[in-house]
């Protein structure tokens, strides 16, 4: 490890609470707690429920360690947590991660209420994936329960949970790109005028859209201790909260993806490969899996996961990214159905990736500064950024090999100018427009930025594998 490695680096995104902090020190991640926190902290490890959620894997593994683990920073408590095997954003998931991650968030609040603690934030942010499963990982959140005092998160919680939830369900509109655009997530302002008429009565819009912002709006100009103390007198109680997050868990739950399917659903049965090609792409990518576990691998359009579930068997984690959110929601439910914890799909398109967002454009980081990975595949992919979205050619490779760490392997596909794909693509672009877009043409690119160790031609003749070692 070098010297840069054991540097104490502030995660960007953990400043909003001053109470607390997290922050990275090689492969640790930590978290410093002030004075209030520490003592939150202490009631928190003493209590049953939190025990319980440890054992369950529902919230990050944390350990109190030795304070000066954090040297020079003051903190009373240091806590260590367990780390993500990689870091994804709540505009990256697909409808099903984001209400099964609404669906945890609800649960650990319950069980917060129930046992005397409450959970200060309602944020998407504060829930990070294993594989598909959601864990919930902002520990800095539990504090004691004051009684009369409402769930400070409600408004975190539909913004960036329940109304992107209620836009796709309700309306057919992907949440993708809302929550992309705000950090904050969406105001309950932007949502009314999609909801009048008829459309007012649909299953929690006239609640928790309507009236919330009814309510947000009447009380603007007012503190939020002067707001809590008028709900304390009104005799809000712990009760009352209970019975708001059991309805909100019976109202998420019933909320259905609505539109059914994307137009890659049906890729792997039109894409034109024959079993022949399959079956060799197959023994291609295991043969390049198999060349040492991966602590990260990426599949770049991983479509319905099959080359991704290859690479698992060798890898840590693999990330599989997927334009169209259909096809990443029915990824995502058949790996929850099976209990996967290697595999995360995400939602992204790679010819506009997550950049950095929120303060100063790096409190989420973009994908590429969160991947670096060991293995990269990218197949069936080069052709659609080159002619589907005009990407030069030299810099589509040169994306695809930042995407992977020194040393790490890239397995790509390319197609070539007659394959049926790539025609198809042409016809609807000006002739001529591509005269680089050849075989040659990339490899003499994939050879100038790595080390081309091996190279196939697929049975049909079309398409050409590589495995390559960057910077090797």
């Known amino acids: 490890m070098t010297t840069a490695d054991l ?49 369950e894997g529902k919230v990050c593994g944390t350990t109190a360690v030795d304070p000066t683990t954090l040297p020079d920073t003051g903190w009373t408590t240091v806590l260590r947590h367990e780390r993500i095997p990689f870091v994804s954003h709540p505009y990256e998931w697909s409808f099903g991660m984001l209400r099964d991650a609404a669906l945890l968030h609800l649960e650990i609040l319950r069980r917060a209420l129930e046992a005397g603690f409450t959970v200060k934030d309602g944020s998407a942010y504060n829930l990070q994936w294993r594989g598909a499963t959601p864990v919930f990982i902002d520990i800095g959140s539990f504090a004691p329960l004051v ?83 008028q709900l304390r007198d009104a005799g809000y109680s712990r009760q009352l909260a209970l019975a708001t997050v059991r309805r909100l868990t019976r109202l998420v739950r019933r909320l259905d993806r609505r539109v059914d399917g994307g137009h890659w659903v049906d ?36 479509n319905d996961g099959r080359y991704a579930r290859i690479v698992a068997r060798h890898a840590d984690q693999v990330v599989a990214v997927e334009q169209d959110p259909a096809v990443v929601d029915t990824l995502y439910r058949a790996l929850r159905a099976q209990g996967d914890r290697r595999i995360l799909p995400l939602v992204m398109d790679l010819a506009d990736p997550s950049p950095g967002g929120g303060w100063a454009g790096v409190e989420r980081a973009g994908f590429a500064a969160r991947t670096h990975a060991d293995l990269v595949l990218a197949l069936a992919v080069v052709h659609h ?63 100038a930025r790595c080390r081309i160790e091996r190279q196939q031609d697929l049975p049909s003749g079309t398409r050409t594998l590589y495995q390559a070692v960057v910077g090797g």
């Open 267 to 302: 890729y792997q049965r039109t894409c034109g490969y024959s079993a022949r090609d399959r079956t060799a792409k197959e023994s291609f990518v295991a043969a390049a899996a198999t060349g040492g576990t991966a602590r990260l691998a990426l599949d770049l359009g991983a």
């Open 147 to 229: 009684e009369g005092e409402p769930w400070a998160g409600y408004r975190q919680f539909c913004q960036t949970l329940l109304y992107p939830l209620l836009l796709q369900a309700h309306l057919g509109v992907d949440f993708q790109p809302w929550l992309r655009a705000r950090v904050d997530g969406i105001e309950p302002d932007q949502l009314r005028p999609l909801f009048r008429g008829v459309r007012r009565l649909l299953p929690g819009v006239p609640t928790h859209v309507h009236l919330h912002g009814a309510m947000q709006a009447r009380h603007a100009t007012a503190s939020s201790s002067a707001v809590t103390a």
């Open 7 to 55: 540097r104490i680096r502030a995660e960007p995104g953990s400043f909003r609470d001053p109470a607390n902090r997290v922050f990275h020190l090689g492969d640790q991640v930590l978290r410093g707690l002030g004075p209030q926190a520490a003592a939150d902290w202490r009631s928190l490890a003493a209590s049953d429920f939190f025990a319980a959620l440890l054992a």
């Open 385 to 447: 950024l080159a002619i589907g979205r005009n990407v030069p050619l030299p810099e589509v490779v040169d994306q695809l090999v930042r995407y992977v760490r020194p040393g790490g392997r890239l397995v790509v596909e390319f197609v070539h100018p007659r394959d049926p794909m790539a025609l198809r693509l042409f016809a609807n672009k000006p002739a001529g427009i591509f005269p680089d877009y050849r075989r040659d043409e990339f490899a003499r690119l994939l050879a």
